[in-house]
């Protein structure tokens, strides 16, 4: 019977190794992937839309007390005043549209999330999914090798009498 020769173990070992810190920094990275998409998707739904729903508000507000300004200049007549006031609203006004427009932004992020964020993380998923069951099998296996490897290498057992 030939006998094979066993000698870099610790070869196989530091890759067993590597491959073990592999898998527990990409399962923290794709943790960090899932928790990030639940976050953007609660910032979506709370955080931004109630802020620039509270900012629209706010300014639109500002524009009514402007307009008010407004129509009291009218009523008594400051040509120079009104010019200016109408400057201001028509400054207000651009500036609610603008935010308006990132009102229809958020909402339109919120309708295609699932379509396009939900997809990919699934595939993140997917590869969580394999490193924890498939790669963890491969450690395994590795595992069972260097076992292996390591009595052969040792050789036989004396044989008692």
């Given at each position: 019977?030939?006998?094979?020769?066993?000698?870099?173990?610790?070869?196989?070992?530091?890759?067993?190794?590597?491959?073990?810190?592999?898998?527990?920094?990409?399962?923290?990275?794709?943790?960090?992937?899932?928790?990030?998409?639940?976050?953007?998707?609660?910032?979506?739904q709370?955080?931004?839309?109630?802020?620039?729903?509270?900012?629209?508000?706010?300014?639109?507000?500002?524009?009514?007390?402007?307009?008010?300004?407004?129509?009291t200049?009218?009523?008594?007549?400051?040509?120079?005043?009104?010019?200016?006031?109408?400057?201001?609203?028509?400054?207000?006004?651009?500036?609610?549209?603008?935010?308006?427009?990132?009102?229809?932004?958020?909402?339109?992020?919120?309708?295609?999330?699932?379509?396009?964020?939900?997809?990919?993380?699934?595939?993140?998923?997917?590869?969580?999914?394999?490193l924890?069951?498939?790669?963890?099998?491969?450690?395994?296996?590795?595992?069972?090798?260097?076992?292996?490897?390591?009595?052969?290498?040792?050789?036989?057992?004396?044989?008692?009498?």
């Open positions: 019977m030939s006998q094979a020769n066993v000698t870099d173990i610790e070869a196989l070992e530091r890759f067993r190794s590597s491959l073990i810190l592999f898998l527990e920094r990409a399962g923290l990275a794709l943790d960090e992937v899932g928790e990030e998409v639940k976050r953007t998707r609660i910032w979506l709370t955080e931004q839309s109630l802020k620039l729903a509270h900012e629209r508000k706010r300014r639109q507000r500002e524009l009514e007390q402007l307009e008010q300004e407004m129509f200049a009218r009523l008594s007549d400051l040509a120079q005043k009104k010019t200016g006031m109408q400057m201001q609203i028509n400054k207000k006004r651009r500036e609610i549209g603008e935010l308006e427009e990132k009102i229809r932004a958020v909402k339109g992020w919120l309708r295609n999330f699932d379509s396009v964020v939900e997809t990919e993380a699934r595939q993140a998923e997917k590869l969580r999914q394999h924890d069951i498939e790669m963890a099998r491969a450690v395994i296996s590795l595992t069972e090798s260097l076992r292996q490897l390591r009595g052969y290498s040792e050789g036989p057992e004396p044989v008692s009498e």
